[in-house]
């Protein structure tokens, strides 16, 4: 057994024992599509909005050089101190401070990543987008500041939903996310071309499957259509110009 298969295999021990995600083969599922074309090994990784830090954990289980999970919700930090101790990554930290508020000072990250954050960086902004200048504005700041942090050829993804969904549209609730509030999301043509403004090139749109339905559900479902009548869950890697 490998020293990474090792570190995987207690990776997923402390987060399942700690009842954080449902199964390890839906973790290991989402955790392998999620850095699929973004290897975090020697990287230094920032996780914004990381909440208790699955994402950035996971960066260091794959070798990150250091990673830095910015969540501003404090109740994430004692569970996410937690599991970087048992599974030993001193170069992991938690910083509780907003997007906005962070400060990296001279660091430049290689790998930056935002899972189901993007839209809450600024709710009120987001709704108007792409069409309110002041949104777009607002945003354009946060995009701007996001480049300037990135090493040369950093790689950036974001995960999210997009507000284009069937159930939406018909004003009905989608079991499958009963809670989103669909008005607070943007599709990711939107997110990829105001990033392009600020600096980031080569836009890679894939369409989230259902985690227990594996590769299979991967090829099935990485299509717009089925997206929307399901999830409307994207993911997009794009690479600093």
């Known amino acids: 057994m490998s020293d ?4 995987i295999d207690a990776f997923c021990d402390a987060v399942l024992s700690r009842k954080l995600y449902s199964n390890r083969k839906n973790l290991l ?7 699929r074309y973004s290897s975090p090994q020697g990287k230094a990784v920032l996780d914004i909005g990381g909440g208790p830090g699955l994402t950035s954990l996971y960066a260091a289980t794959l070798g990150a050089r250091s990673v830095c ?10 569970i996410f101190e937690e599991l970087a101790s048992v599974l030993g990554f001193d170069n992991a930290r938690f910083d509780p401070r907003t997007f906005q508020d962070f400060d990296p000072g001279d660091e430049k990250f290689d790998l930056i990543c935002s899972h189901n954050s993007v839209n809450h960086l600024d709710e009120d902004a987001v709704v108007g987008l792409p069409h309110d200048p ?11 500041k996001l480049t300037d942090m990135a090493a040369p050829g950093a790689q950036l993804i974001i995960a999210d939903c997009t507000n284009c969904n069937l159930f939406a549209s018909l004003g ?11 008005e607070k999301h943007q599709p990711p043509k939107v997110w990829a071309a ?8 080569e836009p890679r749109i894939r369409y989230t499957a259902f985690n227990s339905l594996g590769a299979l559900g ?10 929307y009548m399901t999830t409307s869950h994207f993911c997009l890697v794009m690479r600093k110009a």
């Open 4 to 7: 990474e298969t090792k570190r």
């Open 29 to 35: 599922n989402w955790m392998t599509y999620f850095f």
């Open 69 to 78: 999970n910015l969540e501003p919700d404090l109740r994430t930090k004692p």
């Open 134 to 144: 002041e949104g777009l504005r607002r945003y354009q700041l946060m995009f701007t």
């Open 172 to 182: 009905l609730r989608n079991p499958a996310c009963p809670s989103i509030a669909w």
């Open 194 to 201: 105001m990033l392009q403004d600020a600096g980031w090139t």
């Open 218 to 227: 991967r090829l099935l479902m990485n299509n717009p259509l089925v997206n």
